[in-house]
């Protein structure tokens, strides 16, 4: 362990500050000097969290480009066949809503940040699906109503925590239901369409 303190140290200690200041920011202070610092690996609280954070910012980087190949493929082929727009206008409210719920109680973003992520992703196919169905008039409104049910779920002057967390509680189900629609238009269609593979998940 000693060797490999030797080999590191001196690479960490002089880490430029922004570097620093963002682990900081990632396992706290005391970690940060326990981890990177002092390269003592034993303390298994701080690795613990390490290894947390570290899987909640891969998962979020990961979730920023899920959705990516299905809106290439809609953008590629300007059809929106075998996409079913209910599909995901249920799963986008329900993921609004996952949001909604974990930013008002003040979690940190590490935790639920692959909602927005997703959430803004989805919200591209969806208008895309509707625009390439002819429905341009219907698209704007969609994100005009999206625009209004954050406001409110956003809003604990609007929306009380009792109701949202009501609302959280049936978003689960929400999100499950949303495949139905996609499974119904991919028998109705034949096949899949323009359906992506990577976003039947």
């Not at 969290?49 to 953008?75: F, H, N, Y």
């Not at 409104?141 to 967390?165: H, P, R």
């Not at 495949?179 to 992506?196: M, R, Y």
């Amino acid at each position: 362990m000693d060797s490999l303190r030797a080999v590191i140290q001196p690479i960490t200690q002089n880490l430029p500050a922004p570097i620093k200041d963002l682990g900081v920011s990632i396992v706290g202070e005391t970690c940060y000097k326990t981890l990177l610092l002092d390269v003592d690996l034993t303390n298994t609280e701080c690795i613990k969290l390490a290894i947390s954070k570290g899987l909640g910012i891969g998962i979020i980087a990961a979730s920023s480009i899920v959705k990516v190949p299905q809106i290439l493929k809609l953008l590629s082929s300007k059809s929106a066949s075998g996409i079913s727009f209910l599909s995901y206008l249920l799963e986008t409210s329900a993921y609004l809503i996952s949001l909604a719920y974990n930013y008002r109680q003040g979690f940190p973003f590490s935790t639920y940040g692959e909602t927005s992520l997703i959430l803004v992703q989805n919200v591209v196919i969806a208008v895309l699906v509707l625009n390439y169905s002819g429905k341009t008039s219907a698209a704007a409104l969609f994100v005009a109503g999206l625009a209004s049910g954050a406001v409110t779920l956003f809003s604990k002057d609007i929306l009380d925590m009792q109701t949202l967390g009501y609302l959280q509680a049936g978003a689960g189900v929400l999100g499950v239901a949303s495949k139905l629609p996609q499974i119904l238009a991919v028998w109705q269609e034949g096949g899949t369409g323009q359906l992506s593979a990577f976003a039947v998940s």
